[in-house]
């Protein structure tokens, strides 16, 4: 029983709220309706059911159960829901939570190959299967981040670290006058995780330039040429150009290939952002969306956003392991080791930031297993089918427009009465839709604003969003408006 | 059944499989004694089990378990067995694991408040829970991150934001001649983290000075003093320090009270890295090795070390979260919500480098109930308790020595027998003697080095671990050298 104060908590208490909890999953997954997909808290109401402090004496499980329950779900938004449309939605799929089941009960640190045998090969295995899946080269090898934020931050640092002479890994870049100011490229659709992974290395936000998009919020290749031309004139280093899969706001696709010829001919680190859209290239007639991936020097695709696979899991590859390596590698006495003495396996510490690794690719194996190419070709296909299926009806609408194509599973969209024509007046009026749907707490959608619209974003990437999901959202705002 | 190619996998297929799953882990928590504690494999065994690709059709998950038993199992290292000694000792502890079944379950992205009010109050309540246990002031404000490189890696950021008119957000570090030359002082024997953290920041490693430490391998505040003098005097811009409490190789103790004098009085950024040691803060006599913390701008404290949760979960705490909101906000339109607009909550994607945010907090609650304050004492005690008996039985054998004082749980000593005093030979007996007794898989124990002695390290933290285990791992050790 749990009053003892040694050793573990009794294995039949723990097998019996094991068998509990996997009931209520079960039930949570199979009834999702039953609760508000956007928590209805206010701000403070969690903090006013929970004690100022930690119990002085252990608690049964089944009573933090209880609480569980009785607190914490209501403000639980429910980003495992069919109905979350919000910003990209995403899949804690059942191989995903029995996998960290495992993982949990493991408890591996990964950070060198003799740490956990298991988790390093693993991790090249299933990496290296996600890359055939998406038809990616041979020559791309892959290792897993937490999520895109240290993805792109790592593909920034790597870029740094690939620039000739610098020797920014010895001596830093403060106070030297024999830098070059570094200029990296986005564009105005980028993630803002870029930006801020720019910030944090030390590039500076004034030196992460917005390079403007077309009328389908592409990268102009040819304003990018013009910046990058503009800034050698004026002295600066550029090293680094981004390109975006499927933005967050509309999921755009940059025109990866021509970006890709000038990150050779002006010689920058070209990072492909696919976290969310690059994921489509499992689907053979989506494939495309990589075209020109091959010559990007990293690219980041996360199975926790469009691969069913539950937070979290970033898959970054790159051409260059060598480079980021020497950007982040650093081996302490209390590290050393045979096999990595011998240089005879990878030790995944040297690749990142973070010294503790999680046995993240279980869940991968076990999702990539559990469905098969085939079943996660089908679902992404029939999430895509969705969402042209909600573009259809909307353009079909007199009262809605849509604001961006919809290559992927997203659809940017918004109200539009006739004769309302005001934009202050519309983006009011579709705020206030955004809000009243959320509140029947049916469905959630997030918003963006396009060219100063605006803009709904109904994103579908839940493995249980069906078609009566999205008919019932389109309904909702509908009657709404 | 799973060769469906639409929606999720049956229901009643989940619950079988997560029924077993419990039984496995409860069987797996119970007998641990089954496996080797260093896992056998070797470089290549995993890889050369697995298919080159992913399958083309869905697999039961009966299947995949089944090859989780058999290939994955014999690859991991276990880190979750009570004769795990290497490294720091960590746990996967009951209440952990079922927390991590709803984590997953729920599969919620904690980065704004709205997106799951109840993670972004927990993560509060529960750090201000841990914050009170370890006796620290109130206006420590605490954000969860995923380990302690990248609490070390944010505190060096929250430093470099705090340095008066550098502007680096803004303007980077990058080809600007105006800008300090910044140094930041650590010990010869601080965890290899910080160093890394100041390497990603454009820092530099040469301008990262390891101040030399004592015979008690503590850092020596009056050689900081001289180096910051040192390097005033050559025009750097001192601005970062970190001590520990509990370095790595032998957890030794720095003088935090003497550290924060001289942060004072130069203006450094105190950071106090205690991802292990500082837990030990919990149990009552042992409050003293935070004595000077409450002057310190961050800590570092990690539950997923020494306190029973999963990986990974690390407590960073700071009495300026307004510096590091600095550091790390960024805020796009298309997160924008009435909560954050109205500035009435937290959004803890404002406190560092990742926006995805998995619902850690909740396995921390779960674990500081279960347990509750006198079950945490008592166990942190008990490890403590361990850690001495041994050192005493080292201490009275006369071919065996001490190499460093145990003031935690972890003890670093040698064999050596009599007669035997050359250097070179007395290293390559122990380490022959730690791959001899790691070789059994009875236990697993690392090394470090200390003052050019090969050093054994036994790291006493799984929550399973007996003075049974600790005699066993003595025996052995006497019975092999």
Redesign the interface.
Known sequence: M?D??????D?Q???Q???Q??????D???HPEQYPV??R?Q?????AQ?P????????P?A???AD?EK??????????HPNFFA?FS?????????A??????????GML???????T??E??TL???R??LGLPADLRGVIM?????SS?VAV?AA?EAVAGLD??????????D????RAYISDQT???V?????????????VVKIPSDDQFRMIPAALETAVLHDLAAG??PFFVCATIGT??TTSIDPVPAIADLAEKYGLWLHVDGAYGGMAAIVPEMRHVLDGVARADSLVTNP?KWLFT???LSAFYTRHPDVLKR??S??????RN??TDAN??IDYMDYG????R?FRS?KL??V????????LV??LR?HMRLAQQLAEWIDAAPDFERLAPTPFSTVCFRAHPRGLDDPDQLNKLNEQLM?AVNATGEIFL????LNGAYTL?LAIGN??T?EAHVKRAWELLQEMV
Chains 1, 2 share one sequence.
């Open positions: 749990s003892q104060l040694q050793g573990e908590i294995l208490e723990f097998r709220m094991g068998y909890l996997v009931d209520w999953i079960a949570y997954l199979g956007l928590s808290s701000p403070g109401d969690i903090k929970l100022p402090a930690a119990p002085e004496e252990a608690e499980l009573a933090i159960i569980f607190i914490i779900v209501p403000g639980i938004t429910h980003w495992n910003y995403i899949t804690g799929s059942v191989p995903g939570i029995l960290e089941m495992l993982i949990a009960a493991l408890n591996v640190n190959w003799r740490t956990s045998p298991a988790a090969e693993l090249e295995v290296d299967w996600l055939q899946l937490d999520g895109a934020s240290m931050m640092a740094r920014v890994r010895r001596q830093g870049l403060a106070g030297r006058t830098t070059p100011r570094l993630h803002s995780s930006e801020k992974g720019a910030i944090v290395l030390g590039i500076g936000q004034e030196n600066y280093r967050t706001s926790h539950p937070m979290d950007a982040f650093l081996l302490p006495e209390y590290l045979t096999e005879a396996v930031v973070q010294l503790g999680r279980l194996w076990f990539l297993r559990a469905y098969g190419r085939e079943g089908a679902r029939e809000t997030s918003h963006t604003k974003r493995i249980r069906e």
